[in-house]
């Protein structure tokens, strides 16, 4: 590839970059999460957020932002204090990523203007090429390693992206280790090396002590190199090195990685020199870095920018409480700063739940990503949608323990996000059961909800056997007891039956009548009426009972539309 | 005296001063608890999914078994999902197997020994109420306060065997070794309106309201709670009120009576 050529290449790289990181900058004025979010024009978004960027420093919130800027962003406390190994993992590829970015990568610009005499083949550059790459190649190791003991708790959501770019950076790492093993170990290369230095000046004699002493100390896999090599060459061939090749050769020992990397390959380097390897692994490396360069906006490497600036609104919000349009924002800005760690569903409290109803739903990361597609989706087109309805399920059963929040690394404002996610939803038509079960009456939910085949004893055991409910009287004390009788106040708290009519319901064997009342949703669950039956029955888990079952046969219903 | 303590979710999230009070007095008392990876109770899905209600419930449970521990919990919904999920366990057979097999899975046995108790029941019997008043140094002589039992701790009896469930006299007691006077009021035992806030909130409103005003017609000058959901129903109800009957939740007012500091127990110092 000639210079120019790269730099275009270099150059529609960063311009894809650019114009990706525009998009996804803008999502975090665009993406509206929440009823209120959809009130704030982005205009007053993009007003929030500049005057944030911008004020910040001339306010009381900047100790907060530049605390948060030390601990959370550069010493990541938050993934310390809740992961050891990963942010161990995460600190090394992030100081070797960034140390062979700086001096590898743009050597051309930065080494080689800073440190006179730069070479690539010299130490201390050789060596700490290789410290770099191996820290990179360790903390990738670890944080998958981490990934996984986590995924075993619960599976984490995943994105596209998330792959590609550990896909890339692997390509990025293995490649470049080839190559330089291959370059170690290759006679096209020393034959080249030669040629660009000597040219036509060297006499073959002196060639074959140059590459005599190469094969020994240098590694290179010359075909006819002597297994024993004459003692008196060796040492014309070492005088020849030092002053021809070592002032821009130190021992390749120094790469402790490539180096016995370029043992193993052995007499493989020169079956791969014809092919040209160096040529296409040097390619394959560089096309990596460009293409991680070109989609970075829409990987997992794009966190490096949201996740800083996820935690400096953190410490800004530390101080002060944002506005309604910098908390809009904030909620954006979340989608993009998960990184899908999973740390928040190894916490979950309702992760137990999460697998027993096999309903990843309700797990964090699950949720993180349900409320991003509900913001670009809309709210059209949801009424149909079975997976709503789990979605749903899994957002109205987080029990709000405020784990996840606590503990996400990148310090995410989780619990603001699902109160949002509940009132999109309830918005949209698939509010918790208890609201929706308020939308129709008693009767009309028995129409709707018929009783499913193998409806039985394993499921209502209560319900389903006369003994429960026969002893009834009708004395009429459970509902003289029932505060909810005792306080309803008209027609217009909902209240339809007492708990002595459900319990005649049952008796009369009309029990998907009860199924969708007020009296079985509105139930306190106080157990005073179950307390003070005179016959003993268990009417209040009678009562939870019938909202399990009515809750089973809500599932099957897709049209949620309020009746005309 | 060691237990695992079973905080649950809504007392770290909402109400941290009722843990860090529960610990504070706990400690001075010489009860031990031990911490275990505990998940929620099931509450959020009891009325929704029995099985799924029950595995919580049992997979935590089962954890405080292996470690050979009685549970403690200062949340009196935690305290009766918990015991419910024993008694549905001991009854249904199907229920036993199937939430057997999805415990093993988990590399988790049934739970066999291990009892659930409430802080107050555990600062009565365990205790013991001699050994608290011995501990009181700062006697809240004067302060008459209304004891609010709570629901899922008294009812039903025969699962939660708090006290006698018509007439029980325990927290009361509590209340009368911290100094202070327990008032007596007919709405004691009712219902705080919380498991109906979110689905019918006027009438759970009314249910508040109808035990506040009875509390205060009383002469209570304050309402002594032992649960999250009832101290953050009674406290949201008067927000925003200019004279607000103050609601304590019962281990700050043990721990001001034995004369703990009141930033250890969660109140401005």
């Known amino acids: 590839m000639s210079a120019s050529s790269f730099r275009i290449a270099v150059y529609i790289a960063l311009g894809l970059c ?43 919130r900047l100790p ?119 370059k170690i170990a290759s006679p096209a290369a020393f034959q080249r090396m030669v040629d660009e230095y000597f040219g036509e ?17 240098y590694g290179v896999a010359f075909e006819d190199a002597a297994a024993d090599p004459d003692p008196a060459l060796l040492e014309t061939g070492r005088e020849l090195h030092k002053d021809a090749c070592a002032s821009c050769h130190s021992l390749p020992t120094s790469a402790f990685v490539s180096y016995p990397v370029s043992r193993v390959m052995g007499p493989a380097v020169r079956p791969l020199d014809d092919v040209d390897a160096a040529k296409w692994l040097w390619y394959l490396h560089v096309f990596a870095c460009l293409l991680g360069l070109a989609v970075l906006p829409f990987t997992r490497l794009f966190h490096a920018i949201s996740d800083p600036v996820s935690l400096l609104v ?145 499921v209502a055991p209560l319900s389903s056997d006369r003994r429960t409910f026969s002893p009834c009287v009708q004395c009429q004390t459970c509902t003289n007891v029932c505060p909810v009788v005792a306080h309803t106040a008209g027609a217009g708290d909902g209240v339809d039956l007492t708990p002595q009519k459900v319990m005649n319901l049952l008796r009369l064997g009309m029990v998907d009548l009860a199924l969708g009342s007020r009296m079985v949703w509105d139930c306190a669950t106080c157990y005073q009426c179950q307390e003070h039956c005179p016959e003993g029955i268990r009417v209040t888990d009678v009562m939870l009972e019938l909202r399990q079952s009515a809750y089973r046969r809500l599932a099957t219903v897709r049209d949620r539309r309020r009746p005309e | 005296m060691k237990y695992a303590m079973f905080v649950g979710c809504t007392i770290p999230a909402r109400l941290p001063a009722y843990e860090t009070s529960t610990r504070a007095v706990l400690a001075r008392l010489g009860v031990e608890l031990v911490d275990l990876p505990f998940a929620c109770c099931g509450n959020t899905v009891r009325g929704l999914d029995q099985d799924a209600y029950v595995f919580a419930s049992a997979r935590n449970l089962a954890l405080a078994d292996r470690a050979g521990l009685d549970v403690l919990t200062p949340c009196k919904c935690c305290f009766g999902n918990l015991r419910h999920a024993l008694r549905f366990l ?87 070794a911290t100094g202070a006077t327990a008032v007596d009021w007919p709405r004691r035992l009712d219902c705080c309106g919380d498991p109906l806030h979110d689905a019918n909130p006027p009438l759970a409103g009314r249910l ?14 304050v309402l002594a709670t032992a649960c999250p959901y009832c101290q953050l129903r009674f406290a949201d109800a008067q927000a925003g009120r200019t004279d607000p009957l103050p609601t304590i939740l019962f281990p700050q007012l043990l721990g001001l009576a034995m004369g703990l500091h009141p930033g250890r127990l969660g109140l401005p110092g």
């Open chain 1, 18 to 60: 650019a114009l990706g990181l525009l998009w996804r900058l803008s999502a975090w004025l665009r993406v509206r999460i929440g009823p209120d979010a959809r009130a704030i024009p982005f205009h007053r978004r993009l007003a929030s957020a500049l005057h944030g960027a911008f004020s910040f420093a001339f306010s009381r």
């Open chain 1, 64 to 182: 907060g932002v530049l605390k948060a800027f030390l601990l959370d962003v550069l010493l990541q406390r938050r993934l310390f204090a809740e992961a050891k190994v990963r942010w161990l993992g995460h600190l090394l590829i992030l100081l070797g990523f960034t140390a062979l970015l700086l001096m590898h990568a743009l050597a051309a610009l930065l080494t080689q203007k800073l440190f006179k005499g730069y070479q690539p083949t010299l130490d201390p550059y050789l060596f700490l090429r290789n410290v770099f790459g191996a820290m990179a190649v360790a903390g990738i190791v670890l944080v998958i390693a981490g990934r996984r003991r986590a995924q075993r708790v619960a599976p984490t959501a995943h994105r596209l992206g998330d792959r590609v770019f550990v896909a890339l950076l692997s390509i990025v790492m293995v490649s470049g280790f080839l190559l330089e093993a291959q």
């Open chain 1, 201 to 217: 000046d060297i006499s073959p004699e002196d060639l074959s002590a140059l590459k005599a002493a190469w094969a020994v100390d």
């Open chain 1, 314 to 458: 953190n410490g800004a919000a530390s101080s002060r409480p944002l506005s309604d349009a910098g908390r809009a924002s904030r909620r954006a800005l979340a989608i993009d700063a998960c990184v899908r760690c999973g740390l928040c569903d190894t916490r979950c409290s309702v992760a137990p739940i999460a697998r027993f109803m096999n309903n990843a739903s309700l797990l964090p990361s699950h949720k993180l990503l349900s409320t991003f597609r509900f913001a670009r989706e809309g709210r059209g087109r949801l009424r149909d949608g079975a997976r709503y309805d789990r979605i749903a399920e899994g957002a109205f059963l987080c029990s709000s323990c405020g784990r996840c929040t606590e503990r996400c690394p990148v310090g995410l404002g989780l619990d603001d996000l699902w109160t949002a996610q509940r009132d999109d939803l309830a918005a949209a038509g698939h509010p918790a059961a208890a609201k929706w079960v308020q939308s129709r009456t008693a009767s009309e939910w028995a129409d709707l909800l018929p009783a499913p085949p193998g409806e039985g004893p394993a």
């Open chain 2, 90 to 176: 001991s009854q249904d057979a199907g229920l036993r197997a199937r939430i057997g097999r999805a415990l093993e899975s988990e590399g988790l046995a049934l739970p066999e020994k291990v009892q659930v108790h409430h802080l107050l029941s555990v600062l009565f019997h365990e205790v013991g109420v001699q050994a608290i008043a011995a501990a009181v140094t700062a006697p809240r002589t004067g302060l008459k306060v209304a004891a609010h039992y709570g629901c899922h701790a008294l009812r039903p009896s025969k699962v939660t065997q708090f006290d006698n469930p018509l007439a029980p006299t325990l927290f009361e007691t509590l209340v009368r």
């Open chain 2, 208 to 221: 508040t309201q109808a035990k506040l005003d009875d509390a205060r017609q009383n002469g209570a000058d």
